[in-house]
């Protein structure tokens, strides 16, 4: 038998690094997706191909043994069998029309559609939690990606229409209404193409700030800090990190509560006061993201923000659909006059999470 599922990539709506912090974060997820078909096949070997490559590796694979793109699927059949799942052999065809290493977690789309078809095949019937806890294991313990849930649950859980508001501490979930088109909003999603190489320590160092901040006041995560806490952080540096962190998940509780009450037209000023806490309090954005926010802004958007880790990658700017063509214009008028090569600019439209495809 084959089976072939579908997964998601997605956009951070807000929520942005609080997820290690187990804060809230409010994701969509994304038309653009992976397809993952599966075959079982004779020996105990898995084949994958992708974008015209072809790999495999033995069924009981452990860390360390594939490297690469494989290794975001041989992490899947690893953590299954963790669980004590036992995977025969298999092909596996990948195809996918979500940008890699953008930001827009081409990874989690590939590991869900993977762990997703595997489910179906293996009849194993694991809930979507389940199967997004593999995906993120995969992610990981096995390639070795120190990422939060909010990628995977994305892509396990979207809905059409809806962003997925999730709590990090519990992985508690709520669909969130997020209609577009109804409301006459276009979000665009400014893909920068900008790739800086710090990404990985930055990362790393701002992990570590949050948890020296969260020390500091007695705490395990900032998810419980009090803005009125925060001046008992003596470090200012880190004062600033936790700063950015607990006005970032409230303005995920403001954004869910105004997209609850039906009003996305509304949710603009958060967007932008989640960039600039981005870039000022913890410093992760980086020009081509500012000149996307900021010429956003300037040609009338509502909101604009950097989505993602930072360092590169991908803006959204919120923007009533009369307004895209100025917007996009502005963009890339501001990207030609910096040198800079053009920004890809697309509409993300809140869709389903993994499914089958028939
Ligand atoms: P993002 O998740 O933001 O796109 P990551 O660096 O987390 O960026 O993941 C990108 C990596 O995932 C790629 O370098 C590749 O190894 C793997 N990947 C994603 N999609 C595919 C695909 N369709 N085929 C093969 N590998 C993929
Ligand atoms: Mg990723």
Redesign the pocket.
């Known amino acids: 038998m084959t089976v072939r599922w579908a997964a998601p990539g997605r956009v951070t709506l807000i929520g942005e690094h609080v997820d290690y912090q187990d804060g809230l974060v409010l994701p969509f997820a994304l038309s653009q997706r ?1 397809t993952a078909v599966v075959e079982r096949r004779a020996g105990g070997e898995v084949v994958v191909r ?2 015209g490559q072809e790999n495999s590796f033995p069924v009981a694979t452990s860390p360390g043994a594939v490297e ?2 494989a290794a ?1 699927v041989a992490g899947v059949v690893w953590a299954l069998r963790e669980y004590r799942v036992d995977v025969p052999g298999l092909s596996i065809d ?1 195809d ?1 029309d ?13 590991g869900c559609a993977v762990a997703a078809a595997l489910d179906d095949e293996l009849r194993l019937e694991l809930s979507p939690t389940a199967l997004a806890t593999i995906a993120r294991r995969a992610e990981n313990d096995y390639v070795g ?1 120190p990422t939060g849930a909010m990628d995977q649950m994305a892509s396990m859980l979207g809905e059409s229409g809806h962003a997925l508001l999730l709590d990090c501490r519990d992985l508690s979930t709520r669909q969130v209404p997020f209609d577009l088109s109804a409301a006459g909003l276009t979000l665009l999603v400014i893909d920068t193409h900008a790739e800086h190489s710090n990404v990985g320590g930055a990362y790393a160092d701002r992990r570590s700030d949050c948890e020296t901040a969260a020390a500091g006041l007695g705490l395990s995560t900032l998810r419980d800090a009090r803005l009125a806490d925060l001046p008992r952080i003596t470090d200012a540096v880190h004062r600033r990190r936790a700063q950015h962190v607990v006005s970032e998940i409230a303005r995920v509780q403001e954004v869910a509560a105004i997209l609850d009450a039906g009003r996305p037209v509304d949710i603009g000023a958060q967007l932008s006061a989640s960039h600039l806490s981005l870039r000022d309090d913890f410093e992760v954005s980086c020009d081509e993201l500012d000149e996307a926010v900021d010429a956003a802004l300037a040609a009338g958007a509502l909101g604009a923000r950097m989505t ?1 880790g930072g360092f590169g ?1 991908c803006a959204i700017a919120l923007v009533r659909d009369n307004d895209v063509p100025a917007v996009e214009q502005r963009v890339q008028a501001a990207y030609d006059r910096r040198g800079w090569r053009a920004a890809d600019i697309f509409a993300a439209t809140p869709s389903r999470g993994a499914h089958r495809v028939d």
């Open positions: 992976t992708s974008r690469g793109w975001y990948l996918s979500v940008p890699v290493g953008a930001g827009l977690s081409s990874s989690a789309a590939l990606a993602g990658g």
